[in-house]
T-cell receptor, first 110, second 114 residues
């Protein structure tokens, strides 16, 4: 079975600082990978998904970006964080619609 | 684009009470439907799913959900809740064909009082 690693677990960053969140997957190859943001009262918002190396689809226009430099590595980045970027970021692996989620990174932008 | 509505944002029940959480989706084609659950301090995990066949599906821990195509609904039910069911529940939809995109509802927080 697959295992999803995310780090860091918690992050506090000042407004305007850069961001890099990493997700790696074990136990599967060529997975579909997803980044979600979970904010209070707003459920899970799909940010990006990737069906292969270098292939990124963006769902929500914003100051975040994603990259997939390796088959089982998915990175979420920002050049300048906004207060509204605070939230719980989840990486997921998907197959036939079913999603398997990582432990998440809680980001607080001050 | 598809969307998912969960009308109950916060539900409080006593143990042994029956539970029904509403979920409605909007999409014109065939969909896969899911309920996910996030227990306090744990990962989001799959509770049950509907792909085809019997519209009444059973999941883990005594949960079930019924797909009513005419109502675009996929409500989650449990006849008798336990304190350990305290969690946040998310309905999700994935259209058949195309890419692997899943759209989630805003979630329902269930609090079960002992």
């Amino acid at each position: 079975s697959q295992t999803i690693h995310q780090w860091p677990a918690t992050l506090v960053q000042p407004v305007g600082s850069p961001l890099s969140l990493e997700c790696t997957v074990e136990g599967t190859s060529n997975p579909n990978l997803y980044w979600y943001r979970q904010a209070a009262g707003r459920g899970l918002q799909l940010l990006f998904y990737s069906v292969g190396i270098g292939q990124i689809s963006s769902e929500v226009p914003q100051n975040l970006s994603a990259s997939r430099p390796q088959d089982r590595q998915f990175i979420l980045s920002s050049k300048k964080l906004l207060l509204s970027d605070s939230g719980f970021y989840l990486c997921a692996v998907g197959g036939a619609g079913t999603q398997y989620f990582g432990p998440g990174t809680r980001l607080l932008v001050l | 684009a598809q969307s998912v509505s969960q009308h109950n944002h916060h539900v409080i029940l006593s143990e042994a009470a029956s539970l029904e959480l509403g979920c409605n989706y909007s999409y014109g084609g065939t969909v896969n439907l899911f309920w996910y659950v996030q227990y306090p301090g744990q990962h989001l995990q799959l509770l049950l799913k509907y792909f085809s066949g019997d519209p009444l599906v059973k999941g883990i821990k005594g949960f079930e959900a019924e797909f009513i195509k005419s109502k675009f609904s996929f409500n989650l039910r449990k006849p008798s809740v336990q304190w350990s069911d305290t969690a946040e529940y998310f309905c999700a939809v994935n259209p058949l064909g195309g890419y692997q995109k899943v759209t989630f509802g805003t979630g329902t927080k269930l609090q079960v009082i002992p």
